[in-house]
């Protein structure tokens, strides 16, 4: 289990993190998820060691974490951090990188390890290639093979898709958490994409100006969002007064009605999202969203219904 009480943490006078308090079961994958310079990046950099945390405790198990000022080499050997600049190997091939720390004693079980994490991250065909020779995107799937080869406890991810192209990613993202479910490694990732975080978590910790503003599953986080904040994350936001409360709706919970409802509005525009339009509509002076089957014409008047 991984324990973490943060109290505060600041590279000048500023705090970047702030009340930072979470426990994480082993095997678990918990999402981190927030705009850039939220504090992400820093969490985990503060997790495997590269940064000194006076005003806290990290544990994994009953074994205290320290920090730089106690470790010549930063980090543990059971925990393994995939940072976004990769450091690779450029003049080696992408076989040899991910064998790197891996023992050279058992020839034959070393390199099925290397091939079994070739096929994980759907490099197999560059076994050969020097990792200089490749896209942005094969070095992060060279890193990501790399960052699993000794299969740590724990393993800490900075945004590990970011370079990888939309038709490859889903596929990528698939075959990598079903390995981390199966091996039982515990996994914390730091990212802004919400359709990753609501596929692969088992938790979801939103993180705004160094701090978890709601913590909670996939599901209760979509449909219960705390704020405007998490709510954008998920899609456009469309705020409603209604009989004196305000309601904050996604798009997908307010409906076309075929008969007059007292939800009158009138249709902007319509953007073609393949299996459905986006409809922008203008509703008491001020912009709503929701999904239709069909395009819409502007100015076209419209009846809504709530679906929550």
Request: aromatic share 12%; proline share 0%; glycine share 6%.
């Given at each position: 289990m991984l324990r973490v009480n943060i109290h505060s943490f600041a590279y000048a006078e500023e705090p970047v993190l702030q009340n930072i308090n979470f426990e994480v079961e082993k095997g678990l994958h918990i999402s981190i998820l927030g705009e850039s310079g939220c504090g992400k990046s820093t969490l985990l950099k503060a997790i495997y060691g590269l940064l000194q945390v006076t005003n806290g405790t990290i544990f994994w198990e009953d074994k205290k974490l320290l920090g730089p000022d106690f470790n010549l080499v930063p980090g543990e050997p059971f925990i393994k951090y995939l940072a976004q600049d990769f450091d690779l190997m450029p003049f080696i091939s992408v076989a040899e990188n991910i064998g790197k720390h891996l023992s050279r004693r058992f020839i034959q079980q070393r390199q099925e390890r290397i091939d079994e994490l070739l096929e994980v991250v759907d490099m197999t065909d560059f076994a050969d290639t020097h990792v200089k020779l490749l896209s942005g995107g094969q070095k992060q799937r060279v890193?990501?093979?790399r960052a699993i080869a000794k299969e740590p406890e724990l393993l800490l991810l900075d945004e590990p898709f970011s370079h990888i192209d939309n038709f490859r990613r889903n596929a990528l993202r698939r075959n990598l958490y079903?390995?981390?479910?199966?091996?039982?490694?515990t996994c914390i990732t730091a990212t802004h994409d919400s359709e990753e975080a609501l596929s692969f978590s088992d938790?979801?910790?939103m993180m705004r100006n160094g701090t978890f503003i709601q913590s909670t599953s996939p599901e209760d986080l979509y449909t219960n969002p705390k704020n405007n904040y998490v709510a954008s994350f998920?899609?456009?936001?469309s705020r409603l007064t209604i009989a004196g409360k305000e309601a904050m709706l996604m798009p997908h919970q307010l409906e076309l009605s075929e008969t007059k409802t007292p939800l009158i509005a009138s249709v902007l525009k319509s953007y073609y999202k393949g299996s459905y339009y986006l409809i922008e509509a203008l509703y008491e002076n001020k912009k709503i969203y929701l999904n239709s089957p069909h395009s819409l014409k502007p100015e076209t008047t419209i009846y809504l219904n709530i679906n929550k």
């Open positions: 890193a990501l093979a079903a390995y981390l479910k199966k091996e039982d490694i938790e979801i910790k998920f899609g456009d936001i």
